[in-house]
């Protein structure tokens, strides 16, 4: 779809009629709706759902449809997101030493499989930065130690508002976020480099590895106060077997890692994923 | 969900309005949608979607739903289907030789793992009997020769008429069924033991094997006039080495082709599967 | 192969000339190498060897071979097995409530999937016996409490003794086994149904839906002392999505149960699994 | 490994005594095993294996290995290939308009992922020129029409002799190269676009689609003189569904394109592939 669309994410305690009356939101303003799907959790009693519909023929002004929209969504109690296919999110992503995500990432938006700026790379290291100035992006080095962590979060925080930053994409950072950071910036996107929940922290392969595992995976997740524990969007595996030592599974990981964070934050940019329970629905 | 539910699958000429339309026939009826799913093929400019809802609170008595619907339905140049949870299907299983997705498919059936009933079990050959006779399963011996063919499809037919079967399952029944048949009794699901378009007709392991594949796979499909050709339900495959010979092909198959074949009745029966340009839309 | 093999399972300090001196062995005594596969592990200094050959024209009796070989193993500092293809194992299955891990692994052996008897079936339930009698199967329902746990297990073993067990297949047998059974008798193969070492122990299923994965596993594995920490045989996953429910990932996970206790028996019968280090090499 | 090895590939009739005559061969010299790995193909007769061991205490020296190992060669009726470690084989990567393969394959050279030289590209096109000079690869735009094709064939034979290649990859080079041209220089690694054998020649990814298929492919081959027939070294699926359009099959399709071109060429250049009746044996 090159033509703008809007696209409505909401999460609503389940009632009868939700359907209709979303739908009935949108086509009665003149609406042609392109994407719908919805999701019910019965036993948490919530309807989630994603529509997208075209903007042309909308006769309700963009810095309206917020507005006119919320006249419906509050008496059902809903909680809803309104994104434009043509505000481009802005991305930093922060990296320490490994390359292999970044530079995948960096393809990928060049090779416009999602639609998003890269203005800025943060590092807690220096080594990555002849790949920025290879593409032309700015790159903070931002080193982190034990006592100079918290300072260097608001500085962090500041970065993100001056580049007006959408999202942060954890692209093999190797340090751990703050609970604080998270809180005040909590759109976050992190890889780890195990099938979680199993191996959470440092050094999955090597623990992999010693258990004998005959599949790795990679998990995509937002970042939350409690590390690798945030809500899952996507996760990939592959097999490996006594033949495999632990530079192999690093190396099998690492094609993995790459393509579970890629998929993870195109459904982002595209709104697909809705967040509940520290679960997400992925709308694909 | 225990409790009945209508379920409304539709194929339409893509216009604005749909879902709202939709939404709004069983909305305004009392009715409670507890599972939707769309999906708009752009370049064929069809709409499709299933429906589901509560029948419970629904003000349509149910010989009424299908005139109510068709109202709206055919201004729209939409066709449709509508199914009740509490119909239970009857599925006939034929089968030849080979017994594995004859028992996986009585196991899950027993286990209601799909609801329907198996009144029938047809082969071309008598072997079976004994487990048709273990599972209280009427078993017909239908022997199939090259000049007796035609005479025993419309046998075939008869029988299935007189044990009302909505589903024919072909369960590794090693006999082309004909384009007659098939015209007449369209409702037939096919696995078919490697991954479609690959190896189409006979001997797909063996085929497999010559040409040095990495990955086997098995296709379960409707059945349609040309062999193999029909549109696919499901798919799934598993890895392979030059370690396995032809019978560790057919040995690692039977898994995949059971769990494939299951896979695609139970969708089937859930009356999650449109078909439209040979194709399936899967509304899981 | 039909004809009969010995098949040797070694494992050894790392040092030169294994490989020839292992293979001279059975060469030099007219044996004819029909299999052979080997694994260096460099970190652990450890060489672990699988040699299968045939019977045919090998000049030492077989109830010299382990003697023969034994001289050659000593000065080697290796750990040896010594299997016959003609020997049948045999194994006794444990079950509880479920029923399909038992169906399957009846199934495959009656479809000789795998070279083995199965004299037994325990289980701490009577639900299952109707399985067994279909089968022709003894089935010794032998009820397990906090307090009569340790006397039942002393049953058990002289039971296991008394019907020449060689092998314990549990097979979503959902009492724990104590660690002075695994001692007395280490034979054991367990079905753990997650993808391990994520969601060890209880409801791993119920668990898994909290934590919103997008992927499930099972795992077979040899019990050990300590709950579904023992080596791991083989694992196997399926996607899963926010549709569905717990009940929806017990059923995909039943399929992965089925197939992945399945393929772990048919490796361990085959001689093909060696455990070191906690780990497995499985010489496939 | 970072201690030179030499590696035999051999294939040979079978016969008794092969797996102790080959390792006797290295061991009576002085040679440490590191890696071992055979198959017997019993229908064909044939004996396959891959041998590697340290040269450090090797009494041969490197230039008499191959006279002294055809010496046992040559009554067993082997053929045989004798590789070094760290003699370091040089790529030239053919592309065309694509360049998600090119750029995976500079970063894994560049990462150490495999041991090459990769001191040429060649295109029929100009477009990407500039990711050469990127990376500082020679460029060489040789391009191809029906009238000038044998003619720059030629061209391209004679630049490879030059460039003292070793593997050529096309890497989603598009044009399809002569039977004469494979005959002259036969290492030659494609990455076909679909899952052979289906879908063989163009448009794979439109053909796929409009098959309906819910699973699309990607297959690493060596080529040969028939299109997208030759042996297969490797292929990976991934799922797809009624939701993805042919752009999004092409886009999915790159991710495998990318890893599975990978997998293959790397595994060739660390000499695990041998070729046998159109099919490999991979010794991974």
């Known amino acids: 779809m090159t033509k703008p669309t809007a696209t409505l994410l909401i999460s609503c305690p389940d009632q009868r009629g939700l359907v209709a009356k979303i739908a009935n939101f949108i086509y009665s303003n003149g609406g042609n709706i392109i994407h719908a799907d919805q999701h019910t959790d019965f036993e948490a009693g919530l309807f989630l759902t994603r529509i997208e519909w075209l903007l042309e023929g909308f006769n309700l002004p963009r810095d309206f449809i917020g507005t006119a929209f919320n006249a419906i969504a509050q008496p059902l109690g809903a909680k809803w997101e309104l994104h434009f296919s043509d505000t481009v999110p802005r991305l930093a992503i922060w990296v320490s030493h490994q390359d292999h995500c970044?530079?995948?990432l960096?393809?990928?938006?060049?090779?416009?499989e999602f639609n998003a700026e890269i203005p800025l790379i943060i590092s807690n290291?220096?080594?990555?930065?002849?790949?920025?100035?290879?593409?032309?992006i700015e790159y903070l080095?931002?080193?982190i130690t034990k006592d100079n962590k918290l300072e260097q979060e608001v500085k962090q925080l500041e970065i993100l508002r001056d580049y007006k930053i959408d999202l942060?994409?954890?692209?093999?950072?190797?340090?751990?976020v703050s609970a604080d950071f998270i809180n005040k910036f909590p759109q976050i996107i992190n890889i780890h480099h195990s099938f979680l929940p199993a191996f959470i922290g440092a050094n999955p392969y090597h623990r992999a590895f010693e258990r004998g595992v005959k599949i790795i995976g990679a998990t995509a997740h937002y970042a939350t106060a409690d590390l690798d524990a945030g809500p899952i969007i996507e996760q990939d595996v592959v097999r490996v077997s006594h033949r495999d030592e632990v530079d192999d599974l690093i190396r099998k990981g690492k094609d993995l890692e790459r393509v579970v964070l890629?998929?993870?934050v195109r459904l982002h940019l595209q709104n697909r994923v809705l967040v509940y329970k520290n679960r997400t629905v992925v709308f694909e």
Chains 1, 2, 3, 4 share one sequence.
């Not at 942060?168 to 751990?176: F, G, H, P, R």
């Open 102 to 104: 970044l530079f995948d």
């Open 262 to 264: 890629a998929r993870a």
């Open 141 to 143: 080095h931002i080193p």
């Open 125 to 136: 290291h220096p080594h990555l930065q002849g790949i920025a100035e290879q593409f032309g």
């Open 168 to 176: 942060v994409v954890l692209a093999k950072y190797m340090q751990i």
């Open 106 to 112: 960096i393809w990928r938006q060049r090779a416009k």
